[in-house]
């Protein structure tokens, strides 16, 4: 498959996504950056807005021998996009 294809086909994911959801949170808690709300215990907690993360790897220059090695470095990827993500806040 076209990395491209995947790559901006990953981006407008995250573009609808940080479009849609700003509309399911109150004004109030989009400014904060968090709600505020109870958790399953009943103690008051602050909760972060709902974030998306797309890594994406491929075999193209890879070859994997074992599934565990495509999980491991789809890991990687998904820990790398939300630094990024962390970054862009």
């Known amino acids: 498959m076209d990395i491209n294809l995947v790559e901006r086909a990953a981006k407008e994911i995250i573009d609808a996504f940080?479009?849609?959801?700003?509309?399911?949170?109150?004004?109030?808690?989009?400014?904060?950056?968090?709600?505020?709300?109870?958790?399953?215990?009943g103690n008051a907690k602050q909760f972060p807005l709902v974030a998306v993360s797309i890594g994406i790897s491929s075999n193209r220059l890879v070859s994997f021998t074992h599934y565990g090695e495509v999980t491991e470095v789809a890991s990687e990827m998904k820990g790398q996009a939300k630094t990024y993500a962390r970054k862009l806040l």
Do not use: M, S
Request: without cysteine.
């Open 18 to 41: 940080d479009r849609i959801i700003p509309t399911l949170y109150e004004a109030e808690d989009r400014e904060r950056g968090y709600v505020e709300t109870q958790d399953r215990q």
